[in-house]
């Protein structure tokens, strides 16, 4: 009896056995990539950022200057001292520390139970596993060094994976959502004498309310940071195509690479 009339099983490398690639959507076409919570959180960022960074310039304003340690006043020495935030800057628009407070309280809210819905609808629907998990290949330094380059020739789409994010966003989406902005909360947090109370551990964690002070304003120049490369990727990659993308959650491949 021979060998293939004693097995009906075909051999490992048999072409049955190799799951078909993936097919590449063709330039033009539209592949879903935002889903909905992704939008949802995105625009209601866009006015929550935008809210907390006017109100938190404008008690800022109160005291400009930065200090390291439990406490900072003026007799302590501060690593930074700035001038006053000019009113068009700042919300409500003129120096009022109690309208400033109220704009950043109430949206500090926003912002923290919008990034915990977020997480837990991400991971629900796997867009962290499937869309920000950065693998060991990718953080190689010839991986790395590929990819700017390639940012740099306004390349920014793979063409075989053009709806997959590439690594530096990965890593510029995984800084903003679990190192910016829980830093800018929970720092924010450690300044409350309520939660002081309540968490006495939280403010020892910054290194005292001073220190808390400084890495919530160094945050938020992260964030800042984040916004204005975004912004300027977005403008480079086409700006209608992906604005459209996070309102629809639909997006145009592109014509040419």
């Known amino acids: 009896m021979t060998d293939t009339m004693m097995s009906d099983n075909p ?84 120096y009022n520390l109690a309208v400033s407070r109220r704009w950043h309280l109430a949206f500090a809210l926003v912002l923290g139970f919008g990034l915990l819905l977020f997480m837990i609808s991400s991971l629900i629907n796997r867009h962290f596993q499937r869309d ?41 989406y995984a800084s903003a959502i679990f190192v910016f902005i829980p830093a800018i909360i929970f720092t924010g947090l450690a300044m409350s004498p309520g939660m002081d109370a309540a968490w006495p551990w939280l403010i020892d964690l910054f290194g005292g309310r001073a220190s808390a002070r ?12 984040f916004i204005i490369v975004h912004l300027a990727l977005v403008i ?15 997006w145009r491949v592109p014509e040419e690479h």
């Open 214 to 225: 400084s890495i919530h304003f160094i945050a938020m120049l992260a964030i800042i940071g």
């Open 132 to 172: 920000l998990a950065i693998k060991a290949h990718e953080v190689a330094p010839g991986h790395l060094w590929y990819d700017i380059k390639e940012h740099a020739a306004f390349r920014f789409h793979d063409p075989h994976h053009p709806g997959a994010f590439n690594v530096l966003q990965k890593i510029a």
């Open 11 to 94: 051999p490992v490398d048999s072409p049955a056995l190799i799951p078909p690639a993936p097919a590449v959507p063709p330039p033009g076409s539209y592949i879903y990539k935002h889903r909905l919570a992704t939008r949802i959180w995105h625009w209601v960022n866009v006015v929550t950022i935008f809210i907390m960074i006017g109100s938190g310039l404008g008690i800022l304003n109160a005291h400009p200057h930065l200090y390291w340690g439990q406490f900072g006043a003026n007799p302590d020495p501060a690593w930074l001292h700035m001038s006053r935030w000019p009113g068009w800057m700042t919300i409500p628009g003129s």
């Open 236 to 250: 480079l990659a086409g700006a209608w195509g992906e604005v459209s993308s996070m309102i629809t959650g639909k």
